[in-house]
């Protein structure tokens, strides 16, 4: 196949930790392309889209990649694009979905670009709200603080847009920076916040769990740093091993059918203390973690799929 990733310049990728990265060397030893392109480089003429891309070469020791000579192609010449751009959904990420919409019938495109338009990674949660903490997403100040009293007096502060931890804060009834907080977050009123009962299972840890096609492939224990509440990897959460219970299978259960209708193929699930947190469906992460506890490259199933799907498209 001819795989192309669209997202940011390669250079910021971690080799031992990005999941991309993981993707392109599974796609490399198993015989595929790869490219590589930036949202701004993709561009439609009519209903026929193209891309400046690069091919890249994945080496096994440093340097981990290098890019070719840029190259005009048509993206229905490729067998697949996966959409790896980290986080904001911003304009830009909105317009390159409504592009990537043109090939989606010809193309695997991963994940649907319907799928990431539809699906706030905070929001897309809320459809699943019985196994949810107790949260609301409000843009009135008063309404979260009053929340937070509700729970008990101790809740997190989220913004809708956020990744990998970024603007998430503990809120506790009696700190005097509680309403300067609730007021930055929502800008007085006129952004939309979420705010969530605290869960001390944090202390634990945070299970990210991977789907892909609506089933888990594994889960891996994000354990954040005990001066810290957040245990994103990107924060500098320690990750560890770990297992679904079996309350956390029936909630994976629950969710994975409507993530298929949705063409979200691969997806990171939060859980803390057996409650989804949120769905990552943008760019997860957590692979190459998996991959080490589990002993196999988890990233060839992924890689794999897209072949198999790719089978059953029609012939460009």
């Not at 192609?73 to 911003?90: G, H, N, Q, T």
């Not at 009962?197 to 789907?211: A, M, N, S, T, W």
Request: proline share 6%.
């Amino acid at each position: 196949m001819r795989i192309l990733f669209v997202m940011d310049p390669v250079d910021r990728l971690a080799w031992d930790k990005d999941t991309s990265f993981a993707f392109m060397r599974a796609a490399a030893r198993n015989g595929h392309e790869v490219f590589h392109t930036e949202l701004h480089l993709v561009q439609n003429r009519g209903r026929v889209l193209s891309a400046v891309c690069r091919p890249l070469t994945v080496h096994p020791g440093s340097p981990w990649l290098a890019s070719g000579a840029p190259v005009s192609l048509e993206i229905e010449s490729l067998d697949a694009v996966l959409i790896r751009k980290d986080p904001p959904f911003d304009v830009a990420y909105l317009r390159v979905t409504q592009q990537l919409d043109f090939v989606k019938q010809r193309v695997v495109v991963m994940n649907d670009p319907q799928g990431l338009r539809d699906a706030n990674e905070k929001m897309f949660a809320f459809h699943f709200s019985e196994f949810m903490p107790r949260s609301l997403v409000s843009s009135n100040p008063k309404a979260l603080l009053d929340f937070m009293e509700e729970v008990g007096g101790k809740a997190v502060l989220k913004p809708l847009d956020g990744a990998g931890g970024s603007g998430v804060v503990v809120l506790n009834q009696g700190d005097p920076n509680c309403r300067s907080l609730v007021d930055v977050w929502t800008e007085e009123g006129k952004r939309l916040s979420l705010v969530q009962e605290y869960q001390p299972e944090i202390r634990i840890g945070d299970k990210r769990v991977l789907l892909l096609d609506g089933k888990p492939l594994g889960a891996i224990l994000r354990v954040p740093r005990a001066d810290d509440v957040r245990a994103n990897i990107h924060a500098g959460g320690n990750v560890v091993p770990t297992e679904l219970s079996a309350k956390e299978l029936e909630l994976v259960a629950a969710v994975g059918p409507k993530l298929r209708a949705h063409g979200l193929w691969f997806v990171g699930l939060d859980l803390i203390g057996e409650k989804l947190i949120e769905v990552n469906v943008t760019s997860p992460t957590g692979i190459q973690e998996l991959s080490r506890f589990s002993g196999r490259s988890v990233e060839d199933d992924v890689i794999a799929w897209i072949a198999e799907r790719r089978r059953q498209l029609p012939a460009a």
